[in-house]
Antibody, heavy 117, light 107 residues
Framework: QVQLKETGPDLVQLTQTLSITCTVS????????VHWVRQPPGKGLEWMGA???????DYNSAFKSRLSISRDTSKSQVFLKMNSLQTDDTAKYFC???????????WGQGVMVTVSS | DIQMTQSPASLSASLGETVTIECLAS??????LAWYQQKPGKSPQFLIY???SLHTGAPSRFSGSGSGTQYSLKINSLQPEDFASYYC?????????FGSGTKLEIK
């Protein structure tokens, strides 16, 4: 059974760093790609970046150099780290599995992160 | 970046009605398009891929069509569980982009 689960803080202080872990089960990170998507409250979905099954990463240029994605295949975990958080980074952060043609067939439940001043 | 323009932003309909949601890409995406359904407080659910193929487990009252830059999602005979938000997604090239969403409400 394919599952993804995000764990991370509910609250992050302005200008600080956000760290979220995505733990997957039911598939291997060396076979499938895992991406990150976020959704501000009441708004739409925004693609953030990718961890490809070979270990390469891609990032949405909208996040410039603030975003870093890494993984630990032995623990079936993918990590998102984003620094210099601003109030408009308040959002629900999802990790999801990517299949052919860049579609997301499984999503985690998401973690709601509020950036507080 | 490929921009995805979705319309309408909101839609009111009655049980049993048929509705259509449109998605316009800023360039040809060669049918590399997906549709997702999202209920309040939940994560998106994969519905349609390659513009018109139904994902396993998605009800057959959902159908997708289109080509080039213009795509649509049709829901026949609306059921109570269909009232949700819907998003299209470009899968052709990074950055992967989503439409702004359509909120389907009960009339």
């Amino acid at each position: 059974q394919v599952q993804l689960k995000e764990t991370g803080p509910d609250l992050v202080q302005l200008t600080q760093t956000l760290s979220i872990t995505c733990t997957v089960s039911g598939f291997s990170l060396t076979t499938y790609n895992v991406h990150w998507v976020r959704q501000p409250p009441g708004k739409g979905l925004e693609w953030m970046g990718a961890m490809w099954n070979g270990g390469d990463t891609d990032y949405n240029s909208a996040f410039k150099s603030r975003l870093s994605i890494s993984r630990d295949t032995s623990k079936s975990q993918v990590f998102l780290k984003m620094n210099s958080l601003q109030t408009d980074d308040t959002a629900k952060y999802f990790c999801d599995r990517l299949i052919h043609n860049n579609y997301f067939d499984y999503w985690g439940q998401g973690v709601m992160v509020t950036v507080s001043s | 970046d490929i921009q995805m323009t979705q319309s309408p932003a909101s839609l009111s309909a009655s049980l049993g009605e048929t509705v259509t949601i449109e998605c316009l890409a800023s360039e040809d995406i060669y049918d590399i398009l997906a549709w997702y359904q999202q209920k309040p407080g939940k994560s998106p659910q994969f519905l349609i891929y390659d513009a018109s193929s139904l994902h396993t487990g998605a009800p057959s009252r959902f159908s997708g069509s289109g080509s080039g830059t213009q795509y649509s999602l049709k829901i026949n005979s609306l059921q109570p569980e269909d009232f949700a938000s819907y998003y299209c997604q470009n899968g052709l090239s990074a950055p992967l982009t989503f439409g702004s969403g359509t909120k389907l409400e009960i009339k």
